[in-house]
């Protein structure tokens, strides 16, 4: 960045437009998401009241924004917690949310807090809450999110309703950082008094709070009568059936148990469209399924039996027998649609079941090789488990699958426990690539389940990837970043499985997103 650039960076208008703009246009994908219904694209009067029932698909990890680890803990978090910054539906374009935000220079942030805020237990949401927070997510022992803030220096209380970042370097990500994890505020005095119990009894200052959490059963969020917006938080409050079998999550919807069942796999589409008393939204999402390597893990050091996996895998194939074709192939961490695609990867792992041979042949495993995978139990899960072993097998990989609950086993390959060589999930999206990429393959990142140095050069991308400030520039930082990473096979990407969502005609209101991860914000129950 040049010193002429900073200058007239300096005089930007601080709505977070212009160069900022092209922070966080992770969403300027084409297309708009199609819905199966006018009353879906028609805004509606809100009507205020009543309880909305949710089929959800999985218990969350934690109800702590910087504890969790899992990306199915959004759709709960975001009833609890309000973040920083918020992001368009459509385009994840970063707007204001608890605060505004500018940067007078290129390493400094300033954050200006909305007044009148308060948690759920009463106490301000002002400067020394969000230093809390920030400082929190960066530097505590428990922090899952300290990737995200890796450049931030110094957080100042600046005024009682103001806080300015100090930056390491320029950080063109930070805006969609915030509207994220590390944008999530919770209670200070909630979250000193209880430890890590609050993991699992949340203050926040979102527009419902939380009551209750029966593991692995059910989720209750009553309304925060004191929140600070008037146009959004209709329902009275919100019930989470944590129901892991998606197709008895739908059929709840369809006998009228539940208002709401979102992640819905496409095998029950017919289902959704048969059914006269309930409505569905489609459209694509950043949402990855993939296999997530341990690189600490041998073989799965050794890069030509990653390659090997990856050329073995008949992607088109796995988009029509587990997604039903609602879907598209994956030959990197971003989609098609995403600004930040880069065509040329599209050849580098073509289907080649002999190239897969020969290079495990050189890696020293001409008989084959076993490997552990961790799975989940659900049907869809089952079902892509064996999709992959059939087609790994070909080739002389031989897989053994534990399966658990989400949390679970993704708490086993990630956490202290890296029980699996690999884990067959999904990658669920963030608001920049730059949080993708960090979060999956940064040394210390909770994602690279190895904790493996995947180099200096990447190192240095991620980086520049923050300080670039045009979205041509970035665009050509993440082009060589994402060839590193597949040139690599530090990942074997499978597919983008598109958003699909069945509510009771009485929903109205639901704005989809990109993420593909539900918001409450917007629904009222009328009828």
């Known amino acids: 960045m040049t010193d002429a650039q900073d200058e007239r960076d300096a005089h930007l208008p601080t709505t977070g437009l212009t160069r900022r703009d092209l922070m966080v246009m992770a969403g300027a994908a084409a297309g708009t998401l199609a819905t199966g219904g006018a009353a879906w694209a028609q805004a509606t009067a809100a009507k205020r009241g009543g309880v909305l029932k949710v089929s959800a698909s999985a218990n969350p990890s934690s109800l702590d924004p910087a504890t969790g680890g899992a990306g199915t803990d959004h759709s709960f978090l975001w009833t609890i917690y309000d973040t920083l910054v918020e992001w368009d539906y459509d385009t994840l374009k970063t707007k204001p949310g608890l605060a505004s935000f500018n940067f007078p220079d290129p390493r400094t942030m300033v954050l200006d807090i909305k007044p009148g805020i308060s948690f759920h237990d009463g106490t301000p949401l002002d400067a020394a809450a969000v230093k809390f927070n920030l400082d929190r997510g960066r530097q505590d022992a428990r922090s899952n999110i300290k990737a995200d803030l890796q450049n931030v220096a110094q957080v100042d209380v600046s005024g009682p309703l103001q806080v300015t970042i100090k930056l390491a370097r320029p950080d063109t990500a930070l805006p969609a950082i915030l509207s994220d994890r590390a944008g999530m505020m919770a209670s200070p005095k909630a979250v000193q008094a209880l430890g890590a119990e609050h993991d699992r009894k949340p203050v ?23 929140y600070w917006r008037a146009d959004r938080g209709f329902v009275d409050g919100i019930e989470f059936s944590i129901i892991p079998e998606l197709a008895t999550g739908l059929r709840a919807v369809v006998a009228g148990q539940n208002d709401f069942a979102y992640q819905v796999p496409p095998r029950l589409m017919p289902l959704i469209d048969k059914a006269k008393n309930l409505q569905k939204v489609t459209g694509p999402t950043l949402y990855c399924l993939q296999l997530y390597f341990n690189l600490a893990r041998k073989p799965l050091d050794n890069l030509k039996v990653r390659q090997a996996i990856n050329f073995a895998l008949d992607r088109n194939a796995f988009v029509k027998a587990s997604l039903a074709g609602v879907g598209e192939p994956a030959y990197m961490n971003l989609p098609k649609t995403h600004w930040a695609f880069d065509e040329t990867l599209v050849g580098l792992y073509p289907h080649n079941l002999d190239k897969a041979r020969a290079l495990l042949a050189e890696a020293g495993f001409k008989d084959g090789i076993d490997l552990t995978v961790g799975s989940y139990t659900d049907q869809d899960s089952v079902r892509r488990s064996e999709i992959v072993g059939e ?48 979060l999956m393959y940064s040394k210390d990142a909770y994602f690279n389940a190895g904790r493996v140095d995947t180099g200096k050069e990447l190192a240095d991308l991620l980086a520049e990837s923050r300080v670039a400030e045009r979205i041509e520039g970035r665009k050509l930082i993440f082009w060589r970043l994402q060839r590193i990473v597949m040139e690599q096979a530090l990942v074997a990407p499978l597919a983008f499985q598109y958003e699909l969502d069945a509510a009771s005609q009485k929903v109205k209101g639901y704005k989809p997103n990109l993420l593909g991860k539900p918001k409450y914000e917007f629904i009222s129950l009328q009828g």
Request: without cysteine.
């Open 391 to 438: 087609q790994l097998r070909k080739v002389g990989i031989r897989l053994k699958f534990i399966t658990g609950t989400i949390p679970e086993i993704s708490g086993q390959f990630f956490g202290t426990e890296k029980k699996f060589d690999m884990l067959l999930s999904a990658w669920t999206g963030r608001p920049d690539p730059s949080m993708t990429y960090s």
């Open 204 to 226: 926040g200052a979102g527009p419902w709070k939380f009551v209750s959490w029966s593991a692995n059963e059910k989720i209750v969020v009553t309304r925060a009568d004191k």
